[in-house]
């Protein structure tokens, strides 16, 4: 009842009615509830975000045992929130959890030893952590072998490898695991060469968040690929640019200024034009510097200060349940 109405999962989002049902079921000794209650502080769901109250929760969960409430400690000791960062102490708690076989767990060790956080960087127990929780089940960390079989990362590269993981962690609706196989798809590696099949993963990382993968469909709507059959459909494309732009992706940002300029799929409109290819220049997309060029002429000074205002305001937009 709690999460139903703390994440609006059928019935009308309330928070505070929600960490009062969830206070409740923790006080008769859920530790899936304290969990939660770690989690909506730690992220600030519906409430200011407080490190310090999210620790309290987590701890109590932890000390009942709770694998996830050790792990989220973890975390908090990786990132310094809440607590003075220490990838010490943070490996310590995810060790606890991993030997209750929680593959989030797993998943952290693995990538602890990859990136050499308060460890040696060690690619052999790194694969060993990574591969037990793939094996139990966790789609990161499947996404993860994935990529370390697509790009023979300490084993011999084996696509066919890659991409079984990939399908495993994106039949699971991970964002990056269906991005690294429309990746596959559309690059015929490991499978062969389906651009359907490409469009239909790339739309699922897409909706999760995956900036890439919306600009990936912009272009894919736009017919920029070899050998593809059909009319764009420019409106579909202008929807992807834009959700890639939202999302801080510099040549998503540069397509959709593009568009505005061209009226192409979206109204005409050398401000937004303008913005966009500005802000994609600084994103590094260099190439949108020529548009610029090609807009100034036709742009009245004022519009052209009301564009370097609107690119100077704006931030990223990133999907709530997606980071990179």
């Known amino acids: 009842m709690g999460l139903q109405y703390a994440f609006g999962v059928g019935v009308q989002r309330d928070t505070a009615r929600g960490i009062e049902w969830l206070k409740k079921a923790a006080s008769q000794g859920s530790t899936i509830s304290m969990g939660n209650l770690g989690a909506v502080y730690a992220n600030g769901l519906g409430v200011p975000q407080d490190f310090t109250e999210a620790m309290r929760w987590y701890q109590m969960g932890a000390n009942r045992g709770d694998a996830r409430s050790e792990t989220d400690i973890g975390i908090m000791y990786l990132m310094g929130q809440g607590v003075k960062r220490d990838p010490a102490e943070a490996l310590r708690w995810f060790r606890k959890a991993a030997d209750k076989n929680y593959a989030y767990a797993d998943s952290m060790l693995g990538m602890a030893y990859l990136q050499g956080w308060g460890v040696p960087r060690d690619l052999n127990e790194s694969l060993k952590w990574i591969r037990k929780a793939a094996d139990l089940g966790d789609p990161s960390a499947q996404t993860e072998l994935g990529w370390i079989y697509a ?135 260099e190439q949108c510097l020529q548009t610029l060029k090609s807009l100034e002429p036709e742009m009245k000074l004022e519009q052209v200060n009301e564009a370097k205002r609107r690119a100077s305001e704006w931030k990223p937009q990133p999907h709530p349940g997606f980071t990179y």
Do not use: T
């Not at 011999?156 to 964002?175: I, K, M, N, S, T």
């Not at 919306?214 to 459909?233: E, H, I, M, T, V």
């Not at 939202?246 to 009226?263: E, P, R, S």
């Open 151 to 285: 790009n023979g990362i300490g084993v011999l590269r084996d696509l066919g490898e890659a991409v079984r993981w990939y399908r495993l962690a994106a039949e699971q609706g991970d964002p990056r695991g269906a991005y690294g196989l429309g990746i596959r798809y559309m690059q015929g590696q490991g499978v062969a060469r389906d651009y359907s099949e490409a469009e239909k993963w790339f739309r699922v990382a897409a909706e999760g968040g995956h900036g890439d993968a919306a600009y990936n469909l912009g272009l894919f709507y736009l017919r920029r690929f070899p050998d593809q059959s059909g009319q764009p459909d420019e409106a579909q494309a202008a929807k992807y640019f834009r959700m890639a732009a939202d999302q801080g992706i510099g040549d998503g940002q540069c397509y959709l200024g593009k568009m505005y300029a061209a009226g192409q799929g979206l109204p005409k409109d050398p401000v937004l034009a303008y913005q966009w290819a500005l802000i994609a220049s600084q994103n590094g997309a």
